[in-house]
């Protein structure tokens, strides 16, 4: 399959389409659609802020949890990378997360030059 607009798709198995619940995710690329506003957490486990968010590759959509300076490092068209993260099912929808101890990198900043 061609790469559409340059950008080139991770390895089948590092998919949408491949995700499972409860699982680890590992090197994930996605294209940021939406950054919903900011909520603050007050837990026993975690203090600070947190959004919801949303993503695509060519083969699904699926939900983003972002924590703390994640928030403000994404922006609306990123395409981003799970180095190391959870896929959960929420609702029945699938929501991915870098959780305590993963990590999300900015692959490519979107330009809208």
Same mark, same amino acid.
């Given at each position: 399959m061609e790469p559409k607009h340059g950008l080139?798709?991770?390895?089948?198995?590092?998919?949408?389409a491949n995700l499972k619940p409860?699982?680890?995710?590992?090197?994930?690329? *996605?294209v $940021?659609?939406? $950054? #919903?506003?900011?909520? *603050?957490? $007050?837990s026993t486990r #975690?203090?600070? #802020?947190?959004?919801?968010?949303c993503g +695509?590759?060519?083969?699904?959509? $699926?939900?983003l949890v972002l924590w703390?300076?994640?928030?403000e490092s994404v922006v609306i068209g990123d395409v981003v990378r799970l180095n190391t993260g959870w896929? +959960?099912?929420?609702?029945?929808?699938?929501v991915v997360s870098t959780?305590?101890?993963? +990590?999300l990198t900015v692959v490519s900043r979107f330009d809208a030059e």
């Open positions: 080139t798709w991770p390895t089948p198995a590092n998919r949408i409860n699982a680890p995710v590992k090197d994930l690329e *996605l $940021v659609l939406r $950054v #919903y506003p900011k909520r *603050l957490i $007050v #975690y203090t600070g #802020y947190v959004a919801a968010a +695509r590759d060519e083969t699904g959509l $699926v939900g703390g300076d994640q928030i896929c +959960r099912s929420r609702d029945g929808a699938l959780g305590k101890h993963g +990590r």
